[in-house]
């Protein structure tokens, strides 16, 4: 897995971890703003990765015209 695949899950882990707790109880509220905290930062985390894979993959197959 590169580094950007295990930032990413160490997040989601997180996530996840705070998502199994509220099946057994309630969250307070420094969980729940914890939790809106780290699924924005996923979104933001793969929508940047994808951002640079794709200019990654346009500048590889780019052919410059002259």
Do not use: C, P
Not at 35 to 58: D, M, P, T, V
Request: glycine share 2%; no cysteine; aromatic share 10%.
């Amino acid at each position: 897995m590169d580094e950007a695949a295990v930032e990413g899950h160490k997040i989601y882990q997180q996530r996840r971890s705070l998502d199994a707790i509220s099946t057994q109880r309630k969250l307070t509220i420094e969980e729940k703003k914890l939790i809106e905290k780290l699924i924005n930062e996923e979104k933001n985390f793969y929508i940047n990765a994808w951002k640079k894979l794709i200019n990654k993959k346009w500048k590889k197959n780019f052919i410059y015209a002259d």
